[in-house]
């Protein structure tokens, strides 16, 4: 099973449709996970139909504001939305052979007094959970300073603590990557770039013993600020290169 995961900053426009349409074209994902799409989902059923995604849960955008979209081929996966709010999907992935799972897609607030909420949420959830626990998506936060390069005086020692503590709170791993280390620009040329790991996928002990295997691909920037991820549930069987269509910033390898 692949999971494409991708913060896309809109949905409503021909670019961003090209844009998926190739990456799904080729890296053939089972489930699809979107954020930040600024549109509402019913205005792009006949598009996602299309290429083969014909079930869904989501928590669409207030104005042009948010959203998350989970959507899935209902022949290759069951999925069941289990709860919802602007910030994270929960959902149970059941397949022929596999135990169930949990799958949390994760859109965190850049506003740091609302990711609290976030992650009370995902606290609760890691009290409570027994199953396989995956958690992917745009935290909005980095570990540590590794995961940040920026020429500005800011060293956010605190906040790459905060966020690493929240993490061995729920006892979530990080499953680490493969391809552009940042996965977020803000965009700027020069002594005013600024790069950071926003997005990743994290577990639970029992998913990752389940799907030893299970590795995560960034992809090179193209349509978004954000880099989409590629998480394979069993590996990479058949390692490919880099999709053509997309290039890559020179910053996203440094």
Not at 162 to 168: C, V
Request: proline share 5%.
């Amino acid at each position: 099973m692949k999971l494409l995961v991708w913060n896309c900053r809109g949905a409503g426009n021909k670019v961003f449709k090209r844009n998926l349409r190739e990456l799904i074209s080729f890296h053939k994902p089972t489930i699809l996970v979107l954020m930040e799409t600024k549109v509402q989902l019913s205005s792009m059923g006949l598009f996602f139909n299309k290429l083969g995604f014909t079930a869904s849960t989501h928590v669409d955008p207030v104005g042009k504001c948010g959203g998350i979209w989970m959507l899935w081929d209902p022949f290759k996966s069951t999925v069941m939305a289990l709860d919802a709010n602007p910030q994270v999907i929960h959902a149970k992935i059941k397949r022929d052979n596999f135990s169930d799972w949990i799958l949390s897609a994760v859109y965190a607030s850049p506003i740091p007094r609302s990711r609290d909420a976030l992650w009370e949420n995902l606290e609760s959830v890691a009290d409570n959970i027994t199953e396989p626990w995956l958690v992917a998506g745009d935290f909005n936060d980095f570990a540590s300073l590794n995961e940040k390069r920026s020429f500005s005086a800011a060293q956010d020692h605190t906040r790459a603590r905060k966020f690493q503590a929240r993490l061995n709170r729920c006892k979530l791993m990080d499953l680490g990557c493969s391809g552009p280390r940042l996965t977020w620009s803000n965009g700027r040329q020069g002594l005013a770039n600024t790069l950071e790991r926003l997005d990743r996928a994290v577990c639970n002990t029992e998913w990752r013993l389940q799907f030893q295997e299970g590795v995560v691909r960034n992809l090179p920037r193209t349509y978004s600020d954000h880099s989409p991820l590629i998480v394979y549930t069993e590996g990479i069987v058949n390692p490919t290169p880099l999709c053509r269509p997309f290039r890559s910033h020179l910053f996203d390898y440094f």
